[in-house]
Nanobody
Framework: QVQLLESGGGSVQTGGSLRLSCTAS??????MGWFRQVPGKGREGVARINPSGTTYYADSVKGRFTISRDNAKNTLYLHMNSLEPEDTATYYC????????????????WGQGTQVTVSS
């Protein structure tokens, strides 16, 4: 069983920055991503990265967020800049050994979530 441990959430003001980290207990999975969720809504895809390093971003975060991975450290990152109140959510990292796309239902492994709060 692989465990994913997130860190780096917190509270910032509009325009601020945060870096989320997600460390896998074993090896880095091929397909990894970040999702976020607010109460009463389903999980929304934010960004994902495949084994070759190709990235995908939701339109709402393009140009502001950057996903990256350090395979030597089994760690996934999400650099978030120019944060807006609409980015407030619980952020989850997810991993899957095969291609999973943007659907959270296809990811086998999930972290426990880290809260990001952006105040105006």
């Amino acid at each position: 069983q692989v465990q994913l441990l997130e860190s780096g959430g917190g509270s910032v003001q509009t325009g601020g920055s945060l870096r989320l980290s997600c460390t896998a207990s074993r090896y880095s999975f091929g397909y990894m991503g970040w999702f976020r969720q607010v109460p009463g809504k389903g999980r929304e895809g934010v960004a994902r990265i495949n084994p070759s390093g190709t990235t995908y971003y939701a339109d709402s975060v393009k140009g502001r967020f950057t996903i990256s991975r350090d395979n030597a450290k089994n760690t996934l990152y999400l650099h978030m800049n120019s944060l807006e109140p609409e980015d407030t959510a619980t952020y989850y990292c997810a991993a899957n050994p095969i291609y999973a796309g943007g659907s959270p239902d296809r990811y086998s492994y999930w972290g426990q979530g880290t809260q990001v709060t952006v105040s105006s």
